[in-house]
């Protein structure tokens, strides 16, 4: 069965450093999004992306935040200069064109020290 | 609002008993409300979804029932076991679109 995949599994980083997370949506889906959860927390939305551009993103994606579709597969997650507050797992995620049900990718937790 | 209510957060059951997770939304344009298990470390599983064209479904032990006029929906588990032990996380969207997130129940089945 297709699935989602995340790289890496587990960041570290050092506070005010770059970091970027990967993502392998299922080939024929058009809809990916990126999604985080702080630890203990509820999954929070973060930005929906379609035809190359974003289509809506919250409150929680400022200017530190970026996404990209790099190449025909990967979807990727840049945080500029990370904050301590930005420590939670990231989730990717995505849907075929006309459906409803997300796929998730297994995640990437996030440690910013 | 677009935020989606869950009750109760925690909820401790005795094994073979039923489970009831109830969710509230004001977004009247919502129409896709699916509900998700999630382990300690792991991905959002969904484990059941409902349209808004239907008020009710099942599959085996799990049922969603919807009310679209009160805007709530609900999770039901019969027969319990000790497996369904995790977090659950109802969820609403439209059309697809971006989900919006209740705050989780913890659920402990007892043995």
């Known amino acids: 069965e297709p699935e989602v995949t995340q790289t890496p599994s587990h960041q570290v980083t050092q506070m005010g450093q770059e970091v970027i997370l990967r993502c392998v949506p299922i080939?024929?889906?058009?809809?990916f999004y990126w999604y985080r959860q702080i630890l203990g927390q509820k999954v929070e939305f973060l930005v929906s992306?379609?035809?190359?551009?974003?289509?809506?993103k919250s409150e929680i994606f400022d200017d530190q935040f970026s996404v990209e579709r790099p190449d025909g597969s990967n979807f990727t997650l840049k945080i500029r200069s990370t904050k301590l507050e930005d420590s939670a797992m990231y989730f990717c995620?995505?849907?075929?064109?006309?459906?409803?049900?997300?796929?998730f990718g297994q995640g990437t937790r996030l440690t910013v020290v | 609002g677009e935020n989606v209510e869950q009750h109760p957060s925690t909820l401790s059951v005795q094994e073979g008993d039923s489970a009831v997770i109830k969710c509230t939304y004001s977004d009247s344009a919502s129409n896709y409300f699916p509900w998700y298990k999630q382990e300690l470390g792991k991905r959002p599983q969904l484990i059941i979804d409902?349209?808004?064209?239907?008020g009710e479904k099942k599959d085996q032990r799990i049922a969603v029932t919807l009310n679209k006029t009160a805007k709530h929906f609900s999770l039901h588990i019969t027969e319990t076991q000790p497996e369904d032990s995790a977090v659950y996380f109802c969820?609403?969207?439209?059309?697809?679109?971006?989900?919006?997130f209740g705050a989780g129940t913890i659920l402990r089945v007892k043995s």
């Open positions: 992306f379609y035809n190359n551009e974003i289509s809506e």
């Open positions: 409902i349209r808004s064209n239907v």
């Open positions: 969820a609403r969207s439209r059309y697809g679109n971006k989900l919006v």
């Open positions: 080939s024929n889906h058009l809809y």
């Open positions: 995620a995505s849907t075929r064109q006309g459906g409803t049900e997300a796929f």
